[in-house]
């Protein structure tokens, strides 16, 4: 079994005359925790959607599970779990239905789904809110009812895009509790992107840091720090040196924005 699950090799995604993923290409292990980061329009979003199917490739390839996401792009969807920046569970349904519904978007067997749908309610402690309407749901108990739906299918690979954009410290943490188990008790890959460097610096077997659509550098965050040359510095001190120290928007225009900031509100 190769010891690779993602596979990218000179990925590009250009829109018009911006290229927001310039040529990448980059390798997760099986069972790594794996964060992307980058400012504001330095192409990580863009990067999910491709790996995830939901945008082709301009050029370049890229892989998931061993399958090609623009000629094997269903085997890809079978293949992996993702949970948006976006909401991504209905309000006007209890969790229980929630998964209910991903379970038989995911083919789940009929047989199999009772059984699921209790393992993945167990899996993010909310066995007790299962019978609630979502819309009732805290920010951080939605985050942990979509991670639930995405691991329905038991998939090797999940993508978080921002997962822990918009909420509080204790929130934050119990999403990481979770997504930890993932990787202990399951060996699933986790690619994820964030802002937060503590996130990356104490979770993370490897990062790589995303400038105007092109990877600066790959490593753990050990290597990563040892990268700027001094003793006591932090991720902050390496996402300055190799992310270029500023906010890039040219790829984040006004809807992107008031989604981002419309997810936070609606998370908070």
Known sequence: MPDSILNLRSLTRRFGPVTAVDGISLSVKRGEIFALLGSNGAGKTTTIKILTTMLPPSSGEASVAGYDVVSQATQVRRSMGYVPQAISVDGSLTGYENLVVSAKLYDVPRRERAERVAAALKLVDLEDAAGRLVRTYSGGMIRRLEIAQSTLHRPPV??????TIGLDP????????HVTRLRDEFGTTVFFTTHYMEEAEEFCDRIAIMHRGRISIVGTPEELKASVGSGDSTLDDVFVHHAGGVIETFTSGYRETSARRATARRLA
């Open 158 to 163: 999940v993508f978080l895009d921002e997962p």
């Open 170 to 177: 204790i929130a934050r943490a119990s999403i990481w509790q």
